[in-house]
């Protein structure tokens, strides 16, 4: 998306029309998110409809991509590299996708563990660290933060203190590594833990569940609104004259 487009906003005018400060327009300026600006002859920025637009369409791919990847997806827009541009925004939503698959896993998954019954636990069902990480698929050192952070602890087997977990340890650092896969976060699951093996809240996970479910949403839509801006701000810098000055009485930028 070359820049094409003929002043007439001030710098606090597409802030103001674009629901940002003004310092967040010069930002993204100078990152080429934003075609150049065009100026008067007296130095001022003017900008034109590309640029609203792509004020717009940045935060909209900001808020559902993050933004890095939306600055990587403006900036390839307006050097007019569609393909690249695509791919990008094509890997936001496999991220998306992959998310939203990722969830619905754990959901069913941490359901199915936690209703598991333990019945007639032996000894001999014990399973030392690098069992249970084998068996999860993770590391040795991934239980032994777990531990540390109070997620699951296991009891102490023998003299040397070797970690042995027990059949309901073992269920919970399944559910840990399920919602941790899912998106919980460390600080999340210290809370959730406790009152999970005390008083299985199925309530408390579900509706954590649930709101990771309603922020893959709104990021979605988000997305889908700024590539839909986008479109709109290719179309304005395709459609405007391209001016180097600006006449009239000089204003501030």
């Known amino acids: 998306m070359r820049s094409r487009n003929s002043g007439r906003w001030r710098t606090v005018d597409v802030a103001r029309l674009a629901g940002c400060s003004v310092q967040q327009v010069r930002n993204l300026e100078n990152e080429g998110v934003l075609p150049p600006a065009i100026r008067t002859d007296a130095g001022y920025r003017m900008y034109g409809e590309a640029h609203l637009w792509s004020v ?77 990480a084998e068996a999860l698929g993770v590391r040795a050192s991934t239980l032994r933060h777990w531990d540390a952070m109070g997620l699951v602890v296991p009891g102490r087997g023998d003299s040397r203190g070797a970690r042995r977990y027990t059949p309901a340890e073992v269920r919970d650092a399944r559910i840990v590594h399920q919602l941790r896969a899912a998106g919980y976060r460390i600080p999340q699951l210290q809370e959730l833990m406790p009152q999970f093996r005390g008083a299985r809240r199925w309530d408390a996970v579900m509706a954590g569940l649930a ?24 179309s304005a810098a395709a459609g405007e004259g391209r001016s180097t000055s600006t006449e009239g009485t000089p204003v501030s930028d």
Do not use: C, W
């Open 56 to 132: 717009r369409a940045y935060r909209s791919l900001a808020a559902g991509a993050g933004p890095g990847a939306a600055k990587q997806i403006m900036r390839a827009a307006q050097a007019g590299a569609g393909p690249e541009m695509l791919a990008l925004l094509d890997a936001v939503h496999g991220q998306l996708d992959g998310e939203r698959r990722e969830l619905e896993i754990a959901r069913a998954a941490a359901r199915l563990i936690a209703e598991e019954p333990i019945t007639d636990a032996r000894p001999s069902d014990e399973m030392g660290v690098t069992e249970l």
């Open 211 to 234: 709101a990771r479910d309603k922020s893959i949403e709104n990021r979605s839509r988000a997305l889908f609104e700024g590539t839909a801006t986008l479109s709109t701000a290719i």
